[in-house]
């Protein structure tokens, strides 16, 4: 028997091996899925099973963009949404990190924080739409506010957890070294906890288009959801799926911009089913 040959009823173990994948082929893939659903919208309209009553067919979806970009309506809405978003979700993520490394950091911001803030998250930030209508009226104040609420809660979650999940051993020695409770939350704690915040992010900057949609029914005068109450008006389908597609895409663009944080700030992270 050689010396090398495994004993009677075992294998020979074998390293996975990595097979080398190129951006052009994960590319193809992600966009496989989005392709195969355009085509079923362009078939079922060119057969007559999606009527135009119910949706436009793509064609007519293209010529509405062209006629919103072309007049600047949807240069404008787009915008207008856009810092609605914007503003909402810098208030959002600013009180959800203080918030978060404040019970996550402190016991007695555990204490008389936390218990008040996870009773405030399981109330749907939608039930809050009148009650901002009577506080704040139809003005941007309230859609702004009401975005934030909805992204607070996401951040301050994943950072009071990522805080609590830092090495309390290595807290310990900082503070041995005489480090002070400002540079410890900024040089060790916030480093620590960095998936979770960017996990908190991610979840933040979805719920923020989602909010928007929300927000932008509270009277709007202007934005996406403007443009959506006018053609629901007019029973107008293609610009209907115009506003959708562009709620859809600010979702995708808002996950790009986490994925690449994650790249820049996390190099060594893998990516979640890459083979490791």
């Known amino acids: 028997m050689s010396a090398t040959a495994p004993p009677p009823g075992l294998v020979r173990p074998r390293p996975p091996r990595r097979r080398a994948r190129g951006r052009g082929y994960a590319a193809t893939v992600r966009a496989l899925g989005p392709v195969v659903l355009l085509a079923l919208w362009w078939a079922a309209s060119a057969t007559g099973v999606l009527t135009p009553d119910v949706l436009a067919p793509p064609a007519d979806v293209l010529r509405a963009v062209g006629e919103l970009w072309g007049n600047g309506q949807l240069p404008d809405a787009l915008a207008t949404s856009l810092t609605r978003s914007g503003l909402g979700l810098l208030i959002g993520l600013t009180a959800g990190l203080v918030l978060g490394i404040t019970t996550g950091f402190t016991r007695l ?101 989602i909010a928007l949609i929300a927000a932008e029914e509270i009277n709007a005068t202007a934005g996406i959801g403007y443009l959506m109450s006018q053609a629901q008006s007019y029973a107008r389908t293609d610009v209907l799926a115009v506003c959708i597609l562009v709620y859809g895409l600010l979702g995708l663009c808002a996950d790009i911009v986490v994925r690449l944080l994650e790249r820049v700030l996390m190099p060594w992270h893998t990516p979640q089913g890459a083979p490791r």
């Open 109 to 209: 911001g555990d204490e008389l924080l936390d218990s008040s803030l996870q009773t405030l998250r399981t109330i749907p930030f939608l039930s809050l739409v009148p009650l901002f209508m009577v506080w704040f009226g139809i003005n941007e104040a309230a859609k702004i506010l009401l975005i934030a609420v909805a992204t607070t809660f996401p951040m301050y979650v994943s950072t009071s957890s990522g805080v609590r999940d830092t090495d309390p051993g290595l807290v310990e020695a900082m503070r041995s070294f005489g480090m002070g409770r400002l540079a410890l939350v900024r040089e060790v704690v916030l480093p620590g906890a960095l998936p979770s915040l960017l996990a908190g992010l991610r979840l933040s900057m979805t719920l923020s288009v």
